[in-house]
């Protein structure tokens, strides 16, 4: 039995830009998104843990002008900031509705006091946001993570979660991911690394006992 007191959600970058067609990562995604339902299995999910008065983290990407004077950046970075993905004009105004950076409207109608968006992920991992800081001061020791990108974000925020001493157990369908390929390497990953990884119909089975 899962106890709310010490168990929730973790989604990684719920956000348009890889979950909608105005989204500029849509079309890498897509195919993974349609073939196991990411978007149903990610809201079915956040609906039942607030249901169940389970807390729920956000863990998201934001990108800035000034990110764009960073001295050295890798593949990814490179890619998502030169095409200005999960972008927003300055910290001080509101996210334009339905732009990149924009959380998916399916999972803004849920949200509530007991959804704590964290501060944003810069890279892949929660090494440079505050994710196990506000989980540890919830009292949270085990975390059911899904979200986007599977071998990316997702993939990073487990290992990172796992190094630090949470349970963790994926939502192997509650994720998408650019490409066949990339999923099935995730969910290797996955079977590797995450104390458990299971489908949203078993992880939802968890939550309901």
Not at 66 to 94: C, L, P, V
Not at 116 to 121: K, R, T
Not at 141 to 170: K, P, Q, W, Y
Request: glycine letters at 6%; a negative charge.
């Amino acid at each position: 039995m899962l106890n709310p007191k010490n168990v929730a959600i973790v989604i990684t970058d719920p956000q348009v830009e890889f979950l909608k067609p105005a989204g500029k990562g849509f079309g890498a995604t897509q195919e993974t998104l349609e073939k196991v339902n990411t978007i149903e299995n990610l809201i079915n999910l956040f609906a039942v843990a607030k249901e169940r008065g389970f807390k729920r983290f956000i863990s998201a990407h934001y990108f800035y002008p000034h990110d764009k004077k960073w001295q050295f950046k890798a593949a990814g970075e490179t890619m998502m900031i030169d095409n200005q993905m999960f972008w927003r004009n300055s910290q001080y105004e509101a996210i334009p509705e339905g732009s990149g950076a924009d959380i998916i409207p399916e999972m803004k109608e849920l949200m509530d006091d007991d959804t704590i968006i964290v501060n944003p992920h810069k890279i892949f991992g929660p090494e440079s946001n505050d994710l196990a800081l506000q989980l540890r001061k919830n009292g949270i020791d085990t975390v059911i993570l899904a979200g986007m990108n599977a071998n990316l974000c997702v993939d990073s925020h487990m290992r990172e979660l796992i190094e630090l001493g949470f349970n963790v157990i994926v939502a192997n369908d509650a994720v998408g991911a650019p490409g066949e390929a990339a999923y099935q390497a995730a969910l290797t990953n996955y079977g590797y690394i995450a104390n458990q990884s299971l489908p949203t119909e078993e992880v939802i089975q968890l939550l309901e006992k």
